[in-house]
């Protein structure tokens, strides 16, 4: 089956810094998709991405989906404390007939005061 | 009020006993999932809804059954609970055509 490797597992950050993790997958995707989970919730959807190269930002937050569709890398500006939580990535190949989402097992982002 | 909710939202049960996780939406979409969530990991599909007659089962649907009531309904069912079941069970809905799937706030399960 299809396997997303997610790095880092875990960070450790200086508020006010940047931060990027990245996604890489054993096969092609057609849809990226970068969720946060804050503890206690389910995972909220940040950004959506469509075509190889494609670029997309939601205010601190820009990923982009790789040329060769099988990365995706999410990257947040000027860290600040509300930042923390798990950040998830998500592949799905609709070409293939299924719907279904692959999912990274998460990157945990501490953001220190 | 929030789109999808999940009930309940913590859960405690013994080994042997038959639970139900529910899940509801308001937002109208026709494909609904379950999946299970374990510390360090990432979310595994267990089971998923494409209408109210259509159920397909997903990566690790041993132990678990589901029942889509209706489109905005989907449960999710222990028939007989055991204690790696112990998790974290989340709700998505997603719309036809669309890729984006959104989630509820879980249920916690424990199962001792």
């Known amino acids: 089956g299809q396997q997303l490797n997610q790095s880092p597992q875990s960070m450790f950050i200086q508020e006010g810094e940047d931060v990027s993790m990245n996604c890489t997958s054993s096969s092609i995707f057609n849809t990226w998709l970068w969720y946060k989970q804050d503890p206690g919730e389910g995972p909220v959807l940040l950004i959506a991405?469509?075509?190889?190269?494609e670029l997309t930002s939601n205010g601190r937050l820009t990923a982009q989906f790789g040329i060769t569709r099988k990365d995706s890398f999410l990257n947040i500006s000027a860290s600040i404390p509300s930042d923390v939580g798990i950040y998830f990535c998500a592949g799905q190949n609709s070409g293939a007939g299924s719907y279904q989402l692959t999912f990274g097992k998460g990157t945990k982002l501490s953001v220190i005061p | 009020d929030a789109d999808v909710t999940q009930t309940p939202r913590n859960r405690i049960t013994k080994t042997g006993k038959r639970i139900m996780l529910e899940c509801s939406q308001t937002?109208?979409?026709?494909?609904m999932y379950w999946y299970r969530q374990d510390p360090g990991l990432g979310l595994q599909l267990i089971y998923y809804s494409f209408d109210v007659k259509d159920i397909n089962k997903g990566e690790i649907s041993d132990g678990y059954s589901v029942s889509r009531q209706a489109q905005a309904k989907f449960s999710l069912s222990l028939e007989s609970a055991i204690p790696n079941q112990t998790a974290l069970y989340f709700c998505?809905?997603?719309?036809?055509?669309?890729?984006?799937?959104?989630f509820g706030p879980g249920t916690r399960l424990t199962v001792l």
């Open positions: 991405l469509y075509k190889a190269g």
């Open positions: 937002k109208g979409h026709d494909r």
């Open positions: 998505a809905t997603s719309d036809l055509g669309a890729n984006e799937q959104f």
